[in-house]
């Protein structure tokens, strides 16, 4: 099985990337899972990252305005942000109508990015509870998953997603499904981590571009993996610009054999019972600045 884990980041991504991923999930008849930010949109308050190593090394390689527009790059700072709950719960639950499985990203995303790894549970559990209570009105049930923006964690989130008795959740970089080992020796549900790089990690690195980045994925997914792979993909670029690339993908993972499934139905076949118990922690990866929470 091949997982495909979508986080929706913005208001522009909500209103034009999610409707075209859905057409494009369905003319494969291939499932997913959308995670979605269901607060305001800050995009344009992530650009205080440009003093961080490597950030601003990815913005040249992967053409942000290009992808975003420059109107949400303004949002949050020059120009307020849209309440993306508020203005697009019909497209959110279009989703779940059109039978995919919705979750969690994020209340607001570029605050839980920023800040959540050196925060302390307080400001974690009201964070984690805008976003659920969001999410519940939203949808009249609370969210069965949770997929961190950014990759972003602390020992505290981890916390409060076994207290809403998530099954699974999906806040990490990894190469297989494990638990999640907390410092002081708790333990959290089930993470099913991602295991393939993102588009916007490749291109412009090694040689890589638009037109030979699916090539790229395709090659890492060619041989038999005995846990199969969680792919991560953005409707700001999957679902708007890189629908091509996404299209290529869908079709060539399709003919490699694998079953493209929601978090849902991956973590269905697993054994929970055999799954390793690891700790998890901040580490830079390839492509992308900062630290992100990994599987130990």
């Given at each position: 099985?091949?997982?495909?884990?979508?986080?929706?980041?913005?208001?522009?991504?909500?209103?034009?990337?999610?409707?075209?991923?859905?057409?494009?999930?369905?003319?494969?008849?291939?499932?997913?899972?959308?995670?979605?930010?269901?607060?305001?949109?800050?995009?344009?308050?992530?650009?205080?990252?440009?003093?961080?190593?490597?950030?601003?090394?990815?913005?040249?390689?992967?053409?942000?305005?290009?992808?975003?527009?420059?109107?949400?790059?303004?949002?949050?700072?020059?120009?307020?942000?849209?309440?993306?709950?508020?203005?697009?719960?019909?497209?959110?639950?279009?989703?779940?109508?059109?039978?995919?499985?919705?979750?969690?990203?994020?209340?607001?995303?570029?605050?839980?990015?920023?800040?959540?790894?050196?925060?302390?549970?307080?400001?974690?559990?009201?964070?984690?509870?805008?976003?659920?209570?969001?999410?519940?009105e939203i949808f009249g049930q609370p969210a069965p998953t949770h997929g961190a923006a950014g990759w972003q964690m602390?020992?505290?989130?981890?916390?409060?997603?076994?207290?809403?008795?998530?099954?699974?959740?999906?806040?990490?970089?990894?190469?297989?499904?494990?638990?999640?080992?907390?410092?002081?020796?708790?333990?959290?549900?089930?993470?099913?981590?991602?295991?393939?790089?993102?588009?916007?990690?490749?291109?412009?690195?090694?040689?890589?571009?638009?037109?030979?980045?699916?090539?790229?994925?395709?090659?890492?997914?060619?041989?038999?993996?005995?846990?199969?792979?969680?792919?991560?993909?953005?409707?700001?670029?999957?679902?708007?610009?890189?629908?091509?690339?996404?299209?290529?993908?869908?079709?060539?993972?399709?003919?490699?054999?694998?079953?493209?499934?929601?978090?849902?139905?991956?973590?269905?076949?697993?054994?929970?019972?055999?799954?390793?118990?690891?700790?998890?922690?901040?580490?830079?990866?390839?492509?992308?600045?900062?630290?992100?929470?990994?599987?130990?």
């Amino acid at each position: 099985m091949l997982a495909l884990k979508i986080d929706v980041d913005t208001y522009r991504g909500t209103r034009e990337g999610v409707p075209q991923l859905v057409r494009m999930l369905q003319a494969h008849q291939a499932g997913a899972t959308f995670l979605f930010s269901l607060g305001p949109d800050h995009t344009g308050r992530a650009l205080r990252r440009a003093f961080r190593p490597g950030f601003m090394k990815k913005v040249s390689r992967t053409s942000v305005l290009e992808h975003y527009g420059l109107k949400t790059l303004l949002y949050g700072t020059l120009l307020p942000g849209p309440d993306i709950g508020r203005k697009c719960a019909d497209i959110l639950r279009s989703v779940r109508d059109a039978g995919f499985e919705t979750g969690i990203h994020t209340f607001d995303h570029v605050k839980w990015q920023d800040y959540v790894a050196s925060k302390d549970a307080a400001w974690t559990q009201r964070e984690m509870a805008r976003a659920m209570q969001r999410y519940t009105e939203i949808f009249g049930q609370p969210a069965p998953t949770h997929g961190a923006a950014g990759w972003q964690m602390n020992d505290a989130a981890f916390v409060q997603e076994q207290q809403w008795g998530m099954a699974y959740c999906s806040d990490s970089r990894g190469t297989h499904p494990f638990i999640p080992l907390l410092t002081n020796g708790q333990t959290s549900c089930p993470q099913l981590p991602t295991t393939l790089p993102t588009l916007d990690e490749l291109i412009g690195a090694d040689g890589v571009d638009t037109e030979n980045v699916a090539d790229a994925v395709l090659a890492m997914t060619q041989a038999d993996s005995p846990t199969g792979h969680v792919y991560t993909l953005h409707a700001e670029l999957e679902g708007m610009k890189l629908a091509p690339v996404f299209e290529r993908l869908l079709a060539g993972w399709q003919r490699q054999g694998y079953t493209l499934v929601s978090m849902a139905d991956y973590f269905a076949a697993l054994d929970v019972a055999a799954l390793p118990r690891l700790a998890v922690s901040l580490r830079e990866i390839p492509g992308r600045s900062g630290t992100l929470a990994v599987q130990g």
